[in-house]
């Protein structure tokens, strides 16, 4: 709460902070890579939430990706016959059973692209953030009650998926409060070594979360009326 | 007029310092302070620097109505208030609340209601209900809809204004029960809400709060906060735009 005001200097750190890690993303994708489904999926799902708030933007994140990578972005997301499975998924998930993150994670990923506004997936999410925001860890698994982590907490790949997950929701329901924990898992993944990242996160996945979040708030400064140029 | 059924645990911050001015201000007394003293040489949440700090009393907001408790000279200690105003005080040289000491204190007094104003960032645990006592907290944010921290932040953002809610603490965060709560229009120099602005709000909720209990002879509950939205600290970037946004 009481974080020294710094004025505009602080935004000024946290784009250049983020443009850095974005700039080693540029330059170390090899450029016949592809994006990962997932990868394509949530940018999918939240230019279509863009193009309904804030058309304005979509010219700025559809060039996120060059054209020649967007190829396959050209899907029905309905049409995955996995995702019509995703309800009966979500609802097996129980506060008094263990959970295997990275398996809540994905369910929730699917099941938020398909619809950001049923009640299990703000729960489950909740959850998650609430745990995050405590300990500011995200652990490999959650004993039942879902208080104690277990396992290790140190799986980027997790931080990743969480990153996206929270991009959709906040894009589908513009609540700050999940824009904050974006920004603070991002904090903590653009803390860690470049070459540990490029490793655990799938192609083109770390510059959609940042393009995305940073785009996030460029959306919000300009909506409360702060100008800025960096 | 001194309340002869309250008292109140009173951390070494601006809120509390806002606050017993506030009441001094009002002829609202406490009977009994119980001061929680910070003798490290670390600053607590909540804490001014003195150093950092300057009081700046000419804000055109302070002859407004609705920030009537904005006006405090917070680089004055707790102590000197509470001497000057010959209000009964003890103190103890820890921030723990839960500390043996705290709770023997608490238990040994006659008061029903402690006003509370603790450090920041303690969820209370069951042994403080054990005493028996009923504990008052303003919450700086409208309830239910802002559970949790920094809440005044998010909505500056989501509605541009700040808030602040009254209740009896229980163990669960900002659950209940309500007792009054009020929304303010944002403060020029939003800079200063978290010495200041956030701390007025909350006092004069404080105010109204035991004016009614004055006025009725009860505190007058407006049910349960089982509903509603928890924020966790806001992250800098966003606790920045909702200082610098004029909307």
Partial sequence: ?230 | MIFDDIAMIAADTSRSRVYIQSLVRNNLLPNYVLVLGNKANTTLPGQINNSDFKNNNDDMDLNLESWSEANNNLLEPIQMTLKSSSIEYEELETTNIHDSAVLKSINDRFESTFIYSGYGGVILRKELFLTGKKFLHVHGGYLPDYKGSTTNYYSLINDNSIGASSLFLDEKIDSGPLLLRKKFQPPKDRAQIDHIYDSAARAKVLVETLQYYNNAGEFQCKGDLDKGETYYIIHPVLKHIAILSNN
């Fill in chain 1, 1 to 230: 709460m009481y974080t020294k005001f710094q004025g505009a200097n602080l935004f000024q750190s946290y784009f250049s902070n983020r443009n850095n890690v974005l700039e080693k993303c540029r330059v170390n994708i090899p450029k016949s890579y592809y994006p990962s489904l997932t990868v394509q999926r949530a940018f999918k799902v939240i230019e279509e939430f863009l193009l309904c708030k804030y058309p304005e933007e979509i010219e700025s994140y559809s060039s996120i990706f060059k054209q020649e990578n967007i190829k396959d972005f050209n899907f029905q997301l309905n049409d995955n016959p996995d995702l019509n499975k995703i309800d009966e998924l979500m609802i097996k998930f129980s506060i008094e059973e263990r959970i295997k993150t990275s398996l809540l994670l994905e369910t929730l990923f699917a099941s938020i692209i398909l619809d950001e506004n049923y009640i299990n997936n703000k729960i489950w999410l909740d959850r998650l953030v609430q745990r995050f925001e405590v300990t500011k860890k995200l652990y490999e698994e959650y004993l039942p009650g879902f208080r104690k982590g277990n396992g290790r907490n140190n799986l980027i790949k997790l931080y990743w998926l969480f990153a996206i997950v929270l991009s959709i929701f906040y894009a589908g329901t513009n609540k700050i409060k999940y824009l904050s924990t974006i920004i603070k898992v991002c904090d903590l993944i653009t803390s860690l070594p470049f070459k540990d990242l490029s490793r655990d996160i799938p192609e083109y996945g770390l510059y959609l979360v940042l393009s995305t979040e940073t785009l996030f708030v460029r959306i919000l400064l300009k909506a409360k009326g702060i100008e800025y140029d960096f």
